[in-house]
């Protein structure tokens, strides 16, 4: 599989997906990294708590804004990472042609990422160990 480009999915686009983004943009520099909500919070900034925990990493998010997914998203995408099996079915559903390039971030350890979203500090900790946990595993894959 030659993956040049990558989207990552969650529901708002102020958590999970842009973490994830940001770390797969450390990590892969070379390929074409974004991210983007079903019900994506259009035009707002990355969650602070998410901020916050990418800033203790040496990330930082704060040009993140946020996007609604799209057809034309998933067209470009060569791999599309969602945080959850019901995501993957909504997908897949309302765009049959993402089938077969949409996985859980969580894949490789049969893992849903639960949203952190108006929870404590340290859930989103967790959420952020969580997230580059899953993305090591896909080190190989990529």
């Known amino acids: 599989m030659n993956i040049q480009k990558i989207l990552v999915v969650c529901v ?16 892969y520099p070379e390929l074409n990294i974004e991210s983007a909500g ?3 919070l259009i035009g707002h ?3 602070q708590k998410a901020i916050l925990c990418m800033q203790r990493l040496g990330i930082d998010m704060q040009p993140h804004i946020a996007k609604k997914l799209n057809a034309d998203l998933i067209k470009k ?6 945080m959850s099996q019901n995501q993957q079915k909504h ?3 309302t765009w049959p042609f993402a089938k077969g390039k949409t996985f859980r971030l969580g894949y ?18 967790e959420t952020c160990q ?3 946990d899953c993305i090591a595993d896909w ?4």
Do not use: T
């Open 77 to 82: 995408a060569d791999l599309i990472l969602v």
């Open 130 to 132: 969580l997230i580059q």
């Open 108 to 125: 490789w350890q049969s893992r849903n990422v639960p949203d952190p979203f108006q929870h404590e500090q340290w859930v989103f900790d």
């Open 139 to 142: 080190k190989k894959h990529i």
């Open 12 to 27: 708002g686009n102020i958590c999970r997906s842009p973490m994830a983004e940001y770390f797969l943009k450390r990590e």
């Open 45 to 47: 900034a990355a969650d």
């Open 38 to 40: 079903i019900s994506g």
């Open 91 to 93: 997908l897949e559903q």
